[in-house]
C-alpha cells in the first residue's frame, strides 16, 4: 500500500520541524513548506493525501490556500492550524471545506489523530 502523503504549509518553520518527524514516524511521506507560493506550486504538480495549513500567513493565507487546494485536488482533506483561533475562522474554514480546525498552541497528539481520522476519510472516498 502506498505511503499516505502529507503536506506541511506554516511560515513558522518551528512547525514543520516538529510535525514532519513525528508524522513520518507514523508512516507519512510528509513535505514541509514556510511560504505560501512554493506550497501552491507543489499543489499544482501533484495533489497530496492531507494538507495542514496555517491561517495568518504572508502572500496567499490559509483560507486562500485552502480553497485552491479543494478546487485542484477535492479528493484531499485539509487541517487547518492557527494560533488566531474565533468561531468565525472556524466556521468559515468548515464551510470552505477544511476537514479539521486546530487552534495553536496544539499538542502533537492532536495533529497526528486528526491525521489518521482524514487518512481514514481520504482512502474510504478512493476506494468507494
Same mark, same amino acid.
Given at each position: 500500500?502506498?505511503?499516505?502523503? %502529507? ?7 518551528? %512547525? ?26 507543489? %499543489? ?77 476519510? %481520504? ?6
Amino acid at each position: 500500500m502506498e505511503k499516505t502523503t %502529507v503536506c506541511i504549509l506554516d511560515d513558522e518553520a518551528i %512547525v514543520g520541524d516538529r510535525l514532519k518527524p513525528e508524522l513520518e514516524d507514523d508512516g507519512y511521506d510528509v513535505e514541509v513548506f514556510t511560504d505560501s507560493a512554493s506550497a501552491l506550486a507543489r %499543489v499544482n504538480e501533484t495533489c497530496f493525501d492531507v494538507f495542514i495549513t496555517d491561517l495568518k500567513m504572508e502572500g496567499v493565507d490559509g483560507m486562500g490556500f485552502l480553497e485552491r487546494v479543494k478546487e485542484k485536488c477535492p479528493e484531499s482533506e485539509v487541517i487547518v492550524i492557527t494560533g488566531y483561533a474565533t468561531m468565525e475562522t472556524a466556521r468559515e474554514s468548515l464551510i470552505k471545506g477544511a476537514y479539521d480546525f486546530i487552534a495553536k498552541p496544539f499538542r502533537i497528539g492532536e495533529i497526528r489523530a486528526a491525521v489518521k481520522k482524514a487518512k481514514k476519510k %481520504v482512502r474510504h472516498r478512493r476506494s468507494a
